[in-house]
């Protein structure tokens, strides 16, 4: 059975199971995977400001990076350990989100660009931990997020 999270009960155990082995380490989690985002769709770089840190001299080392990284992966992160549990805590965390991306141009083609690079980050990290349903119960989330999101 679906409910609004778009997801079955064993998608969202799926996605459950992947935080989990991520949960740990999200700074470091969540600096690559913005890491990526920018190694893999430079343009992306335009819609963050870095430039809170003076003394970094790489993205890398730079603290607004990582202090907007944790923001991202930690809202993500509630979508699935808490809204997936409950969906009016889904769709309440996801007005939210969208609420605060207003005016930015972010799309729905945006959140589905950044699923897959978190989907192929998650892959390249959990290697064999990693169930075979997850590609198909996170991209099933990120449509669903997507479509809070106008269409550009």
Do not use: C
């Not at 997801?7 to 740990?24: G, M, Y």
């Amino acid at each position: 059975m679906v409910d609004s999270t778009g997801l079955t009960a064993v998608e969202k155990i799926t996605l459950f199971s992947a935080w989990a082995l991520i949960r740990k380490d999200l700074d470091i989690h969540g600096r690559n995977m913005l890491l990526l985002l920018f190694d893999q769709h430079p343009h992306y770089m335009g819609y963050f400001d870095f430039t809170d840190d003076t003394t970094s001299h790489s993205l890398v080392d730079n603290k607004s990076l990582f202090g907007q990284a944790i923001h991202v992966i930690k809202s993500f992160g509630s979508l699935i350990e808490y809204g997936l549990k409950d969906p009016a805590l889904f769709d309440e965390t996801l007005k939210k989100i969208s609420r605060l991306h207003e005016g930015r141009n972010v799309f729905g083609s945006d959140v589905l660009v950044i699923g897959d690079v978190l989907l192929n980050y998650l892959a390249q990290v959990l290697g064999s931990q990693a169930s075979a349903m997850l590609p198909d119960a996170f991209r099933k989330l990120f449509v669903t997020i997507a479509t809070r999101f106008p269409v550009k």
